[in-house]
């Protein structure tokens, strides 16, 4: 996108490992002259530092928030194991059966697994976190009973619900999803719980105010074009950019907010 508006080239670098911690350090070391940008997940940027001892970088002080790129929407998801068609009947159903009440995620630490944590907490049932190494192996286990539900991104299990397999019951986000508006908000079905997820992009630390104001104006204009949003919404995201100081905002609103759940639900930081 970036270098379609702006007619300069951009090398895409993929860092995998670490939940994207890799990355983020070669962007926090880097000369703040806009050559290098990191394209983050929410977690690496609010949650990881309640869940790593040793980070390797500090998300508030290290980097410079350029933009949100795209939003989207967590979801609580069911199987057939649980006779519930709202989230209303699901509350229930967990709170007469706590035993029974564990949920599935992508992974220990991840987003997912604490809004899981948050919203369990919020019925007053202490469910049994069961972490997978992603979405993918966790969907057999949930269409077959194995496990009764799962929080995950809302793409992640709308094929299944779609057909039948597994059902949708509500996203955490401000708002019903613009690309599932069938599911209700956990607000709405009276649960104080909000978790929009987005993706942002960080610059190193002291990246001058003109490059990240002509960085935000180009991914404006990117991300909206039809084509890109159009692309975008196949893959259960929504273009939603935003000046740096309110991507600023969101991140310390959001690292405040995971600090007590974190910490109230007993996990141990890793190194």
């Given amino acids: 996108v970036l270098q379609d508006v702006l007619g300069q080239s951009y090398v895409v670098e993929n860092r995998p490992g670490a939940g994207g911690r890799l990355a983020l350090d070669v962007v926090r070391r880097a000369s703040p002259d806009a050559n290098t940008l990191g394209v983050a997940a929410q977690g690496a940027i609010t949650l990881f530092p309640y869940v790593y001892k040793n980070l390797g970088y500090n998300p508030l002080t290290d980097l410079t928030p350029v933009s949100r790129l795209?939003?989207?929407?967590?979801?609580?998801?069911?199987?057939?194991a649980v006779p519930a068609r709202t989230l209303g009947q699901y509350v229930r159903w967990a709170q007469a059966n706590p035993a029974r009440a564990s949920f599935a995620s992508a992974g220990a630490g991840?987003?997912?697994?604490?809004?899981g944590t948050a919203f369990h907490r919020k019925i007053g049932v202490a469910a049994v976190h069961v972490p997978y190494k992603g979405t993918a192996p966790a969907i057999p286990d949930l269409i077959s009973g194995r496990i009764p539900a799962m929080l995950a991104t809302l793409s992640d299990s709308l094929q299944q619900h779609r057909s039948g397999s597994l059902r949708i019951l509500a996203v955490a986000g401000a708002e019903?999803?613009?690309?599932?508006?069938?599911?209700?908000?956990?607000?709405?079905?009276?649960?104080?719980?909000?978790?929009?997820?987005?993706?942002?992009?960080?610059?190193?630390?002291?990246?001058?105010?003109?490059?990240?104001?002509?960085?935000?104006?180009?991914?404006?204009?990117?991300?909206?074009?039809?084509a890109?949003?159009?692309?975008?919404?196949?893959?259960?995201?929504?273009?939603?950019?935003?000046?740096?100081?309110?991507?600023?905002?969101?991140?310390?609103?959001?690292?405040?907010?995971?600090?007590?759940?974190?910490?109230?639900?007993?996990?141990?930081?890793?190194?």
């Fill in 176 to 226: 019903r999803s613009t690309i599932f508006p069938e599911a209700e908000t956990f607000r709405e079905a009276g649960i104080d719980l909000v978790v929009p997820g987005w993706m942002g992009l960080f610059g190193p630390r002291s990246m001058a105010p003109q490059i990240q104001t002509k960085l935000q104006e180009a991914l404006q204009t990117g991300l909206n074009s039809p």
């Fill in 110 to 115: 991840t987003t997912p697994h604490f809004v």
């Fill in 228 to 271: 890109v949003r159009a692309q975008l919404l196949t893959q259960g995201m929504f273009p939603s950019t935003t000046t740096s100081a309110a991507l600023a905002a969101l991140q310390r609103q959001e690292f405040e907010f995971w600090g007590p759940i974190v910490r109230d639900s007993g996990f141990t930081p890793e190194d």
């Fill in 70 to 80: 795209v939003s989207f929407d967590y979801a609580l998801t069911v199987g057939p």
